[in-house]
Each structure stands twice: as C-alpha cells, then as structure tokens.
C-alpha cells in the first residue's frame, strides 16, 4: 500500500469513476433496447407470423394456451410471442393491448397485434400477417385460421 495518503485518494477516485463508467456503458444500453420505440424487428416479426400460422387448425379453447388444449385469441399471442419467441408479455388481451406500443395502421408490419376495443379495454387480439389479414383465435367451435380483418376499428400495437 502506498504511503502517500493523497496518492492513494487520487487513485480510489479515479478506479470509482472508471468503475461508473464501464457500469453505464453495460446497462445503458440494455435499458435503451428495452424501451425502443420501434419494439420487435421485422426479422422477429416475421418469425412470429411464421409460428403463428403453424397453428393453424387448432381449435378454440376458452382459457387456451397451448397446442395440445387449443387456444383462445390472447392465449394464441401468448404461446407464440412467450414460449415461442421469448418475450414477455401478458396473458390477456387487455393486458397485452395495455403493454405493447400503439402504432398507426400505416406503420404495421407482420408480427404486430391487432387490438378490438369497447369501452376503451380490448376484448380481441389477432397476430398481424400483412395486407389488411390476421391469424386469430375467433370464438368457440371455430379453430385458429388467417383472416381478413373485417372491420376498420382495430388498433395497432407492437410488442416492446
């Protein structure tokens, strides 16, 4: 250890600074991916579409979340984005509407989630597959198909 106590205080606060620095330059941009704006890539997206269009046939289930049981709308989001593609996102379709990023019908890609609203909550959640279609999960005694979205009253949201 140095004898020079003002030496050795020089060095504590520069090893402290040099410290807070590289701890920023780690986890600045890990929070900076976590909020984009621009929530999952077209790449993933397109992943999503893809994974979701596997389902295809499988019947609806109210409270569904999986292949062997069926699904239901936001259950079908569910498996795809969390199991499937490893993101976080809720259970339910207001939960989802709520937690994803809401973009303009113009700025839609595949991948992204259409969203029926009454009353301000979303009741209804589709996987957007470009060209005005989704895939969803309807209602019982129907089983997860593409559909053209019948209806101009939707919004768009991208998971984050």
Known sequence: MSKNPLLHRHVVRALIIALTVLTAAFVAPANQAQASP??????????????????????????????????????????????????????????????????SKKSMRPGDLVFFLSGGRAYHVGVYAGHNKMWHAARPGTRVKLVTIWTTQWVGGRVR
């Not at 389902?55 to 699904?71: D, H, L, S």
């Open 38 to 103: 621009y929530g999952v890539s077209a790449r993933v997206g397109a992943v999503a579409v893809t994974y979701t269009a596997k389902e295809r046939g499988r019947p609806y289930r109210m409270g569904g979340t999986t292949p062997a049981r069926g699904f239901d709308c936001s259950g079908l989001v569910t498996y795809v984005y969390k199991t499937r593609l490893h993101r976080n996102i809720p259970r339910t379709a207001d939960a989802q509407y709520r937690a994803t990023l809401r973009i």
